[in-house]
């Protein structure tokens, strides 16, 4: 089906191992990611797309129209993390930025999204120059602001469904320390739905010698914090997983001062609807009864700061990837996922809203030859740096091709098949 094509991904290395140093050296924080957008931009017009620059913010898309046939998605996220890379590679960022706050942080890809982005320019030069192997409308979609699950959600706001052609199926992947040349795949649930809190308690401050005349909101944070732990232990049933984590407490300035307010901020992941609303409704229950329980005359504001839906493998559409991936690629670098990854994306907002499947896998981008038996592979998965870590970066090659081929051969599943 694809054998020309896939032929021809190792002569576009050098210059695609390029944009992605390029990339990593110069990363940028969600809802800022101007110039790698322009990069993208310019890359997709040479190959003759149709490219719409500042889509839900600075999202590209870039449309090819090649005859009569499906129209498919490939979708790729652009955005970086205020971390301060420790890889030591000589394309290291050094980069800084201002976040929304007004502070000054460092930049670094450590989600590995400069080399989605660059997979995603590699098949798409791939699809423009094959034009005679496929027919169809291919839509790439560089999107913005995936670090804050906002990015696809300003992307439909902006009309993304009703300006370009709407998809019979959105396709993407994320690269892991997994094994690198491999995928892996699972369907239903790939990832969590994730949901982001900041619940604020108010109290009533005075002297840290008096509490007797206070209403102390900094105990009744500490409280919640350790009552909303029983929601995974005691109210969701141990075959449902749930992770609940307070990354945040804060309250008053100095020592011998009670507060008027204390702030937590919490996520949830969940991979069940039903499962997720049990949770949300505990998060408020147990935030109120701590603030009754400590006689404050005001209820806590209990704010969703973000929230991003569960990522979801369409079985059919999956298992029809899946076997041109074993078929094109090899059995032997395809790979189910035993379980869901408890991280979370924003991807299946496409999907969901266009009422059509999604296919999406992860990409392996850690030295292969460290999973070799007799190794234990989720001993040597977890001895190496995760997504969001400062010492993240998956080796480029056999990386790069591998994504570049996955997004290929999975366009091709649909488009190939009307040529």
């Not at 394309?91 to 800084?96: F, I, L, N």
């Not at 000054?104 to 699809?127: I, Q």
């Not at 900094?218 to 029983?230: F, G, I, N, P, W």
Request: aromatic share 6%.
């Amino acid at each position: 089906m694809t054998t020309t094509q896939l032929a021809n991904v190792p002569s576009l290395l050098p210059d695609l191992e390029g944009i992605y140093r390029d990339l990593h050296a110069n990363p940028e924080l969600s809802k800022q990611e101007k110039r790698t957008a322009g990069v993208v931009a310019a890359y997709m017009t040479e190959l003759g797309f149709e490219v719409t620059e500042n889509v839900g913010g600075y999202g590209v898309v870039a449309v090819l129209t090649n005859g009569e046939g499906p129209t498919v998605w490939l979708r790729a996220d652009m955005d970086a993390l205020p971390v301060a890379e420790q890889t030591g590679l000589d394309y290291a960022s050094t980069v800084t930025a201002t976040n929304p706050n007004g502070d000054k942080v460092p930049v670094m890809h450590a989600c590995g999204h400069d080399m989605h982005t660059t997979c995603l320019l590699g098949a798409a030069r791939v699809f423009a120059e094959s034009t005679a192997e496929w027919s169809g409308t291919l839509v790439a979609v560089f999107q913005p602001d995936e670090e804050t699950l906002h990015g696809s959600a300003a992307m439909l706001d902006d009309g993304i469904l009703d300006r370009f052609p709407k998809p019979e199926v959105v396709l993407g992947q994320h690269v892991g320390p997994l094994p690198a040349g491999t995928v892996f795949y699972r369907t239903g649930p790939v990832m969590a739905a994730a949901d982001n809190f900041e619940i604020t308690f108010f109290g009533a401050g005075g002297h840290g010698s008096m509490p007797h005349t206070t209403i102390d909101p900094l105990v009744m944070a500490a409280s919640a914090v350790l009552r909303l732990q029983t929601i995974v232990s005691r109210e969701v049933a141990p075959n449902d997983s749930v992770v609940l984590t307070v990354g945040s407490i804060s309250a008053g300035f100095n020592d011998n001062i009670i507060s008027d307010e204390a702030v937590i901020k919490l996520t949830l992941r969940t991979f069940d609807l039903e499962v997720r609303a049990k949770a949300i409704a505990s998060i408020e229950r147990i935030s109120r009864a701590e603030a009754l329980a400590s006689g404050a005359t005001r209820e806590p504001e209990i704010t969703m700061t973000t929230s991003g839906p569960t990522t979801l493998s369409d079985g059919t559409a999956t298992l029809r990837v899946v076997d041109d991936f074993r078929s094109e690629l090899g059995a032997g670098r395809v790979f189910l996922m035993p379980t869901p990854a408890p991280g979370s994306e924003d991807v299946g907002r496409f999907g969901f809203a266009a009422d059509v499947p999604s296919v999406f896998w992860f990409l392996g981008g850690a030295e292969a030859s460290l999973f070799a038996p007799p190794a234990d592979p989720l001993k040597v998965l977890a001895s190496l740096p995760s997504n969001h870590s400062p010492m993240y970066a998956p080796q480029i090659e056999p990386t790069l091709q591998t994504g570049i081929e996955a997004l290929v051969v999975s366009g091709m599943s649909w488009l190939g098949a009307s040529s």
